[in-house]
């Protein structure tokens, strides 16, 4: 629990928190684990300028089990990003409780994804991309929407370390010395039901787009094929 307590911290550094909180000791640690069967870390994000709060439950935590202990933990008034690190998957009940507070923003994750630092030079530099860099993606690749990207999983080791959630794109720099710099960018998806809800919407909006695009054309092509026609009449009239 040490080596995951400490990456906590590495975590929230690599998605950009302000630390709030200092690190514990290991005497206090482990008093805090027996006692409580929880830790917590108080960080900010500077982009939201909301709070954060990290939750590492221990191996023989109870509370990912409980809906009332996981309900005392969340009475949080003002809106908060908070992030629980277990050792097994929360119920299903637990998750469609905790989506009842919809000023927390919650999500909850395995302690296997604390393990190690995903910082490999064969894992390549993961970074989210901001709005306009998006428009300008969609502009330079001419696709409708970023949904028609490759997907990547929110819960894929890498999002969960640098913070990516559903919808956002992920640019990817991987180096190699035969090809140079790579870069490939990702959508962040879910398997979800509501994301495949969410999805379909999507997809429609974008069909519409086409449409559009496509009436526009044929109105275009008609246009022209008038005035050819009428060219046509022109040249007869002179003959």
Request: contains cysteine; negative net charge; charged residues 30%.
């Amino acid at each position: 629990m040490e080596k995951l307590y400490e990456n906590v911290f590495l975590l929230a550094k690599m998605r950009g928190y302000i630390a709030q909180d200092k690190s514990m000791s290991l005497t206090d640690l482990n008093t805090a684990l027996k006692s409580q069967q929880y830790v917590s870390a108080k960080f900010v994000d500077p982009r939201s300028q909301k709070p954060v709060i990290i939750y590492l439950f221990s191996v023989e935590a109870e509370h990912p089990k409980h809906v009332d202990q996981i309900e005392k933990l969340l009475n949080i008034p003002k809106p908060t990003i908070v992030l629980c690190f277990c050792k097994d998957p929360v119920r299903r009940r637990i998750v469609l409780r905790v989506r009842e507070h919809s000023h927390l923003q919650v999500s909850f994750y395995l302690h296997i994804n604390l393990h190690n630092a995903p910082d490999h030079i064969r894992t390549g530099k993961h970074t989210i991309m901001t709005r306009d860099e998006i428009k300008a993606l969609e502009y330079d690749l001419n696709i409708p929407n970023v949904i028609c990207l490759p997907r990547i999983i929110e819960h894929d080791v890498q999002c969960i370390w640098i913070g990516a959630t559903i919808g956002d794109v992920i640019r990817v720099e991987k180096r190699s010395t035969l090809t140079g710099t790579i870069i490939c960018y990702f959508f962040v998806a879910s398997f979800n039901v509501d994301l495949v809800e969410s999805d379909k919407s999507r997809k429609a909006e974008v069909e519409e787009v086409n449409e559009e695009s496509s009436e526009e054309s044929d109105e275009e092509s008609e246009v022209e094929g008038g005035k050819g026609l009428a060219d046509l009449e022109d040249v007869e009239d002179i003959e």
